[in-house]
Nanobody, 127 residues
Framework: QVQLVESGGGLVQAGGSLRLSCAAS????????MGWFRQAPGKEREFVAA????????GYADSVKGRCTISRDNAKSTLYLQMNSLKPEDTAVYYC????????????????????WGQGTQVTISS
């Protein structure tokens, strides 16, 4: 198993930036594909970004492409999401998640592919 704890959320003005972190503990972090998802009030959880175990493959939702960058530091067992040019519609609880991949180069955009989830961190963007 792996335990995930997000941090870095907060309240920022539109146009600002935030860097979310997801600290992992437990089984070898580097063996998991990782993803970021978000859920706004009254809406379903949606894909934001994902990365393969090595970081060699990444994917982004169209809504954040060009504004967000996913990265990982396997030595520190930490996943990051750099978010720039934030918009009010980015307001949501952001979750990181881990998917078992057996060191394949895959990443996943669907929540069912992920076995482990953090508790989430609130991101609020004011207009």
């Amino acid at each position: 198993q792996v335990q995930l704890v997000e941090s870095g959320g907060g309240l920022v003005q539109a146009g600002g930036s935030l860097r979310l972190s997801c600290a992992a503990s437990g089984r070898t972090f580097s063996s998991y594909a990782m993803g970021w998802f978000r859920q706004a009030p009254g809406k379903e959880r949606e894909f934001v970004a994902a990365m393969s175990w090595s970081g060699g493959n990444t994917g982004y939702a169209d809504s954040v492409k060009g504004r967000c960058t996913i990265s990982r530091d396997n030595a520190k067992s930490t996943l990051y999401l750099q978010m720039n040019s934030l918009k009010p519609e980015d307001t949501a609880v952001y979750y990181c998640a881990a998917a078992v991949t057996n060191y394949s180069g895959s990443y996943y955009s669907g929540p069912p592919s992920y076995s482990y989830w953090g508790q989430g961190t609130q991101v609020t963007i004011s207009s």
